[in-house]
């Protein structure tokens, strides 16, 4: 059962490109987070899909952060117009249930890097 | 507003002994937490869980201990082996949220 997948695990980025993230769940799993470890900071949270849903978006960034799981295919985070801020560790996880009490498998993170 | 929160940046141990990993957390609502451990490159693994029901979980090598009165949990590695050299991260959640609260991390380094 291969664990949850994330692609690319490195991406550099212009200061005003878009950037687009990919995670596969693991198999059997419908709730997908995504989180952002900044520099010298923990894990912290963006936002909760299940598929076609996105459920809370309490932690994304207003403006040129969106994302999205659809009923086919991996889910994708992307960002628009990055900027040199945006560059962090960006992790998915998932989980079967998708409540407080679930264990989240993590996948091995997309590093962004903005020029 | 960090709600969980690891103060020791980093921990070292010699190899066999104990290792003890603090976390203090300040919002009451948080009923379930968890430990995750990171090594570089990769992404957190979960290690152990603990409920708010219970003051103790043990996992072989591994124990969490919770004081709910003080907001604080603790995890004990023993004895400690120089694999255990990683980041670990205390996470907390409630059974209506829809996330985990991330400390910021312990970098554990066990020396041989």
């Known amino acids: 059962n291969a664990g949850v997948m994330q692609n690319p695990r490195h991406l550099v980025r212009r200061r005003g490109q878009e950037a687009r993230l990919r995670c596969s769940p693991m198999?059997?799993?419908?709730?997908v987070y995504w989180y952002r470890q900044l520099p010298e900071e923990g894990l912290k949270f963006m936002v909760y899909l299940q598929k076609e849903n996105i459920i809370d978006e309490s932690g994304m960034p207003k403006e040129r952060f969106s994302a999205e799981f659809p009923k086919e295919g991996p889910s994708i985070l992307r960002i628009q117009q990055v900027v040199r801020g945006d560059s962090a560790a960006y992790f998915c996880?998932?989980?079967?249930?998708?409540?407080?009490?679930?264990?989240?498998?993590f996948g091995p993170g997309t590093r962004l890097t903005v020029t | 507003d960090q709600q969980v929160k690891q103060n020791s940046p980093s921990l070292s141990v010699q190899e066999g002994r104990i290792s003890i990993l603090n976390c203090d957390y300040t919002n009451s609502m948080f009923d379930y937490f968890l430990w995750y451990k990171k090594y570089p490159a990769e992404g957190p693994t979960f290690l152990i869980s603990i409920s708010s029901i219970k003051d103790k979980n043990e996992d072989g090598r591994f124990t969490v201990f919770l004081n709910k009165s003080a907001k604080h949990l603790s995890l004990h590695i023993v004895p400690s082996q120089p694999g255990d050299s990683a980041v670990y991260f205390c996470a907390a959640s409630y059974l209506t949220g829809n996330q985990f609260y991330f400390g910021t991390g312990t970098s554990l380094t066990v020396i041989p």
């Open positions: 198999k059997g799993h419908s709730h």
């Open positions: 996880a998932s989980s079967p249930i998708g409540q407080g009490r679930d264990e989240q498998y």
